[in-house]
């Protein structure tokens, strides 16, 4: 059961300074997982990016103007286009670096998977999702999960499935492969109604159906997610049967989570992230390369959330109840002095959900859920009004 955990302390330098996108995330969940012993697990193996993207790799998403920017911007403090040196996408010293670092990172995830030498590989550090082809949004500068998709093409790969369950929509992937039916696109996000970057609507399908959004109502828990999610993912990933399975696991979801409006415990994204690796190993031998993404309870969520994340890559899920390490809470204290760390790994959150019913009594998420259905399902062979599809 062989896995990689990409790190880097360099991916830290992905760093826009007084900013809710903080490096500390992926700092502090490095050293949970440590805590843990999450990283010496048989099997695994941590590993820095083999390289940072090159232009041309870059190249394979993003347009050649674009990419100068980015190397240009941060020398100009008066600055103006392609989205950058604006509140949400600053520039600083070395962004194309860190950024080209990521992208990096994930494509060293992707290759490793693809060519059969990990099982399972994650990068914390990239899930940039909202990158578009010659724009930064959204604090995303290179769109690292669409270079790695496209490189896996490129590699041979016929039929990519992409799920991405930050509370944001995906819309820079989604983007990408719009046009393209080797890749369907699955985001599961807060609504676009009231939520950034207000695309994600399920009239969104892509060619043949392959891309999918489901728009959830502001306060959707646990429950309501997990409901949502196995009445549309499941049964799309199998009439797709991807080769591989490619996630974005953002942990802005939570429901401590200061940027968005879901209600979800680490409890549900642990439960999250093992309903994508049993779908990888029904439906690809296992094959599974995950990225962090959004997140911003800093300390509170989402250094549990992607250690949860870290045990379904590395193996045995880790058990919910266990204590939060003391030398843990003194490094977030140090590091974090105005927020609190959680006790344990739990948030004590019941996961009971009600399977979806198209005759039962439709509250908005019921309606959401079948919206989708309706869009894509029928594109896919499926029946939108028969809850065993
Ligand atoms: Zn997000």
């Excluded at 805590?35 to 041309?56: K, N, Q």
């Excluded at 992208?103 to 590989?121: K, M």
């Excluded at 970057?197 to 309501?224: H, I, Q, S």
């Amino acid at each position: 059961m062989n896995s990689l955990v990409v790190w880097d302390d360099a991916l830290l330098g992905y760093d826009m300074g007084d900013h809710p996108l903080n490096p500390v995330r992926l700092r502090l969940t490095m050293a949970l997982a440590d805590a843990y012993s999450l990283l010496d697990r048989d099997g695994v193996t941590v590993a820095p990016p083999t390289a940072a993207a090159s232009d041309a790799e870059l190249g394979l998403v993003h347009r050649e103007d674009y990419i100068a920017a980015v190397k240009a911007a941060p020398d100009d403090p008066f600055f103006r286009g392609y989205g950058l040196n604006t509140p949400d996408n600053p520039t600083f010293d070395g962004m194309h670096e860190a950024s080209a670092l990521i992208a990096g990172a994930t494509l060293t995830a992707a290759r490793a998977v693809w060519a059969g030498e990990q099982r399972r590989a994650v990068n914390i550090a990239g899930g940039l999702h909202h990158a578009m082809h010659a724009r930064a949004a959204g604090f995303c500068v290179y769109n690292d999960p669409a270079i790695a998709i496209k490189d896996l093409l490129e590699r041979g790969a016929e039929r990519i499935a992409y799920v991405d369950i930050d509370v944001h929509h995906g819309d820079g992937v989604q983007a990408a492969f719009i046009d393209d039916p080797r890749v369907l696109t699955i985001s599961l996000h807060e609504s676009p109604l009231s939520l950034f970057p207000g695309t994600g609507f399920p009239d969104e399908t892509g060619v043949d159906g392959t891309a999918v959004n489901v728009a959830l109502p502001t306060g959707t828990d646990d429950r309501g997610w997990l409901r949502a999610f196995h009445a549309v993912v499941p049964s799309l990933v199998r009439a797709f049967r991807p080769q591989i399975l490619f996630t974005q696991c953002g942990a802005d979801p939570h429901r401590l989570d200061p940027l968005a409006n879901l209600r979800l415990s680490v409890d549900g994204q642990r439960a999250a992230y093992l309903a994508l690796r049993d779908l990888a190993e029904e439906l690809c031998e296992g094959r599974w390369v995950a990225t962090g993404g959004g997140g911003y309870a800093l300390v509170e969520a989402v250094p549990r959330a992607w250690t949860h994340l870290i045990a379904a890559i590395t193996g045995e899920p880790l058990d919910p109840a266990r204590l939060i390490p003391a030398e843990w809470k003194d490094l977030a204290a140090e590091l974090c002095p105005q927020r609190m760390a959680m006790p344990r790994m739990t948030d004590d959150a019941d996961l009971a959900y009600r399977a979806w019913d198209p005759d039962g009594d439709p509250s908005p998420l019921d309606r959401a859920i079948l919206a989708t259905r309706k869009a894509v399902f029928p594109l896919h062979g499926l029946d939108p009004f028969d809850p065993r599809d």
